[in-house]
């Protein structure tokens, strides 16, 4: 058996039910690795140019890794692919949990999902062994109560649960996949393409372990993790306060999107913070296979309007941002009941906060009445409103419910060009809770990235300014950055920063690592650990150059996807909004991104990725990353 992977992947044909096993040579392991390259592969191979997200042909993939499942902290993480019925272009999304080493433990590194079932099915995939069963009687469940009939239905209290929930069944566009009724594949919409094959739920069990190469290395890099914690004060901080230990920091450098992204400071941030989850709802913490970082939140809330069951976990900071200072809403208990609901229903957070916050600000500025919210005043502040416009959009009813479940930039199609302008979208993907006006990295980032603007693609500006701490530094001088910029700049040394770093996230998507404990800069582990962990488990002699190369490759399989679907430098802007000076108080106010230096650094970051100057990867590029068998679908124009 080889090592840290099973060399077997699951094709599932959902029309005819039939269930087969491919067994890749390990050249195609050591070549993509997993996660999102070993799925958007497939995808780029199998969907047929111009396939509608919502049909048959669409494919979708679940990938696990050649590291995923064994003994060290951020390993156990799963990546869905497929077309994405948001935006059009390459659909990406990653979740935690249990679910993701359960996965690997049946002895299988991912699974391919092709046509669509004549009904709704569910898939075991259990001791090694797959098959398809009814599901009729699961639909319309949330997902809490699913994932306890399928527990109870396979006879295993152990078993993980991947499932859609209503929200993906009553075509919500931003619809999650959700396991342990917590964890979310949360971006792009891939709820949406699982519940057009009537699939609705994989249910895995297995003790089979990938085996190690070198179990001694592998050992002595997770004890380093409880080790190095204390002394990694982003870390510790993470473990005690969960992601919204971060609420503070953004706030005091203006970085707390507010009221739609208009303001960087929100006057209530304290009651939205890690500390005060802490102190007042705080039931638990929680973890994922094996991490010693223990970050995920597990709230609970008995008394009061907004109650809220700990089944369904926790906010996390993006939660807090989007429900919270997106809205301009201050009660944690409200927001904690909006991320249940989200995980009810089975809808990304960030896409469905940050929505109804688009839709708050048109209300407030009279581009929509009461006519368009089916009566509801849908104020900025007013968690009532939001809460019930959060109800409508899972259930995709009534005149606000049905629009806003498209997304806001699909709704910007209906409320008119004044609605547009408040957009705070790339690629119809709404913008995560870090703010490029200030980040000016994450405006190369967020723009460029092949998916739509996301903060998890790339390391964040305050690690790579003058005054970074020297451990930080350390670390990035292995990928050659050794000059931080001062704060605030877009020069080249960012742009490079922005390259870089990007692609050496994209080997932490490939290897399904957690960015909280693996990464380039303030993470418990940094590069060269993350050569060690290769090393161990599969006993590969790789470098840091080979696995950047291996992060390169699926940058570019990506972005040869959505070049074939006539994506090119024309979709990689930004938000109207982003380029007007921010209003409100603090470091940021009055301050916007400069076009002219935004297109000087497109330019830049594209001709250090060796794509055109209009964004289109080359057939060379293809040459160098070898994968030649990807040039000849790049466009004839290149
Ligand atoms: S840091 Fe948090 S999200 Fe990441 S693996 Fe650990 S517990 Fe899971």
Known sequence: MPFGYFGKILHVDLTSGNIEVEEPPEAFYRKYMGGSAMGVYYVLKDVPPGTDPLAPENVLTLMTSVVTGTSVSGQSRINMNARSPLSGAIGDSQSGGFFPAEFKFTGFDGVVFRGRSPHPVYLTIIEGVAALHDASHLMGKITGETEKLLKVEVGDPKAEVMQIGPAAENGVRFAAVINMSNRLNGRTGMGLVMASKNLKAIVVRGKTKPQVADPDLLSKLHKLGPKWMPENPDVDGLGKLGTASVVLPQNMMGTLPTRNYTEGQFEYCEDISGERMAETILKKRDTCYACVVRCKRVVEVTEGKYTVDPHYGGPEYETCGTFGSYCAINDLAAISRANMICNMYGVDTITCGATIAWAMECFEKGIIGLEQTGGIELRFGDADAMLETLQQIVENRGPLGSILSLGSAAAAQV?????????????????????PQAKKALAVVFAVNAFGADHQSSEHDPMYEEGTAQLYLDRLAELDLKDPPPYGSLGPEKVRFAAYTQIFYSILDTLELCQFVWGPAWCLYGPTELVDLVRAVTGWKVSLYELMKVGERRINL???????????????????????????????????????EFETALDLYYQIMGWTPSGMPTPAKMEDLGIHWVAEMLPQAV
Not at 418 to 434: D, F, G, R, Y
Request: hydrophobic content about 40%; overall charge positive; charged content about 25%.
């Open 415 to 435: 409320w008119g060009p004044a609605s547009e302008e408040l957009l705070v979208t790339v690629k119809n993907q709404e913008a995560p809770a870090h703010m």
């Open 558 to 596: 990506m972005r040869a996807f959505n070049a074939r679907e006539g994506f090119d430098r024309s979709q990689d802007t930004l938000p109207k909004k982003f380029f007007k000076p921010l209003a409100g108080t603090g470091p940021t106010a009055g301050v916007a991104i400069d076009r002219q």
